[in-house]
């Protein structure tokens, strides 16, 4: 099982950046996915859910209406679209499988806010 996040980087305030989570090794299209983040010296926190077929989709009151959860069965990707990035959005961003109790994890990428 392999979940792959694309490069975050440094983006600066008012900026948007969309990463991407490659997946493989299992059947994409039956997990639910959710993408989370951790801040320095914070506990991780679920940012956005959709499930396995898109109709259902949550996102952390923090980042309504400024980010996107997608996902594209056919690719095995899901994605986070991030519009209007504050500093407080500097994080390392994970994406993350879940079915049954199963969860599966990338390894994550950082995304810095800074001007």
């Known amino acids: 099982v392999q979940l792959v996040e694309s490069r975050g980087g440094l983006v600066q305030p008012g900026g948007s950046l969309r990463l991407s989570c490659a997946t493989s090794g299992f059947t994409f299209s039956t997990y639910d996915m959710r993408w989370h983040r951790q801040a320095p010296g914070k506990e991780r926190e679920l940012v956005a859910f959709?499930?396995?077929?898109?109709?259902?989709?949550l996102y952390a009151d923090s980042v309504k209406g400024r980010f996107t959860i997608s996902r594209d069965n056919d690719k095995n990707t899901v994605y986070l679209q991030m519009h209007n990035l504050q500093p407080e959005d500097t994080a390392v961003y994970y994406c993350?499988?879940?079915?049954?109790?199963?969860?599966?994890w990338g390894i994550g990428t950082l995304v810095t806010v800074n001007s």
């Open positions: 993350a499988a879940g079915r049954y109790g199963v969860d599966y």
């Open positions: 959709i499930s396995s077929l898109g109709g259902r989709i």
